[in-house]
């Protein structure tokens, strides 16, 4: 677990890295678990590949953070699949 | 682009450069046509592939405003249709052989946010200088102001603005990190207000305003619920006191007064 000693840095940075992945959850209902349930999807994959402990890390939070730029994208295109969203819209999805 | 865009956010998080890449990657195609650079076969990270099928299959399994969930066989197929397509051989081999075993775990929340702050003990190095807090907290303000055009950069000058009025109060240094760190952060759950309401032209309805009067404490109970932020959380929760959405009170009180003064 992160250094508990709370006036560290580390501890700090930690925190602000928890409180980002958090509020991903609650830009949109649905996909409150999609990221993190496609964390625990890609670690286990990766488990039975045998990729190291840094790469199955890396997975995971690729998995919570891989849709942060899709904040301030148009509400459409959370919710529609790519093909039916209109040109303008596909292109910065 | 968004996994370009996300990659630029993730890019911008220090210690996490390895993580940035497979963002960037996650919707590349084993047979090159995929986005955002074409890239084919084992040109593509393992890990972004590993992703792009964990995020298939997940998002396959969800009920969606425009569809419902699909079944296991249905998603099966669609697994074994990107074999040589979408995911390449050895991830799809890895995911068909775990799912046939039945050998795959079933989601539970905590279980997985426990493996994930072991997974940042993992990224982190044993050391983390004050400053990647501050880029850090630059880069939550910027996802926050992104949510909404009219306020960009909002974040930024609320802090400023904070610190200046805390440091001429004659606050400590540590309560001047505290408000500084706490302004920055005054909007997080704004990040959970539908754009729909944040960009509307014309009056906002009775659900609009509960919505957005909602915002102080969203941000608020996720900073309480992390104990190395929670000092921040007065600060976030009460900037709106007295307009209606909170109650001003506690010891938070003179943080909260500091942004909410400077958040006008």
């Known amino acids: 677990m992160v250094d508990v000693s709370l006036n560290s840095g580390r501890a700090f940075y930690a925190g602000l890295l928890e409180a980002l992945i958090q509020v991903m959850g609650t830009a949109k209902d649905y996909l409150f678990d999609h990221g993190p349930s496609v964390g625990h999807l890609s670690r286990q994959i990766a488990t039975e590949l045998g990729l190291t402990e840094r790469s199955k890390a890396e997975l995971m939070f690729a998995a919570v953070l891989g849709d942060v730029g899709m904040i301030g994208l148009a509400e459409d295109a959370w919710e529609n699949p790519v093909a039916e969203l209109d040109p303008e819209t596909r292109a910065r999805v | ?264």
């Not at chain 2, 968004?2 to 047979?31: F, K, M, N, Q």
């Not at chain 2, 501050?134 to 802090?159: C, F, M, N, W």
């Not at chain 2, 759950?189 to 509307?200: D, H, I, N, T, Y």
């Open chain 2, 1 to 264: 682009m968004h996994p370009l865009r996300s990659e630029t956010a993730v890019l911008a998080i220090p210690h996490l450069g390895g993580v940035a890449l497979l963002v960037c990657y996650h919707h590349e195609w084993w047979d090159g046509s995929g986005y955002p650079d074409g890239l084919s076969g084992h040109e593509i990270p393992i890990g972004a592939r590993v992703l792009r099928l964990a995020d298939t299959v997940a998002a396959l399994g969800e009920n969606r405003p425009n569809r419902p969930a699909r079944s296991a066989e249905e998603i099966r197929e669609v697994v074994v249709d990107g074999y040589a397509v979408e995911f390449g051989p050895d991830v799809t081999d890895a995911y068909l052989g775990l799912a046939d075993r039945r050998r795959i775990a079933d989601y539970y929340a905590p279980t997985f946010y426990r493996g994930l702050m072991s997974a940042a003990e993992e990224l982190l190095p044993p050391e983390i200088s004050p400053l990647s807090g501050d880029q850090l907290l630059e880069i939550l303000s910027a996802l926050i102001d992104a949510k909404d055009p009219y306020t960009a950069g909002h974040s930024r000058r609320v802090a400023i603005l904070s610190v200046a009025t805390a440091h001429r109060m004659g606050l400590d240094d540590d309560m001047l990190r505290t408000v500084w760190a706490a302004a920055y952060l005054h909007d997080l759950g704004k990040l959970s207000v539908p754009l729909r309401v944040l960009a509307k032209n014309g009056p906002l309805t009775e659900d609009d305003l509960h919505a957005v009067q909602l915002h102080a404490s969203v941000g608020v109970s996720i900073l309480e619920s992390i104990p190395s932020v929670r000092h921040l959380s007065p600060g976030s929760r009460y900037h709106h006191a007295g307009t209606g959405a909170a109650t001003l009170r506690g010891s938070g009180a003179t943080t909260s007064r500091c942004s909410r003064s400077c958040s006008r």
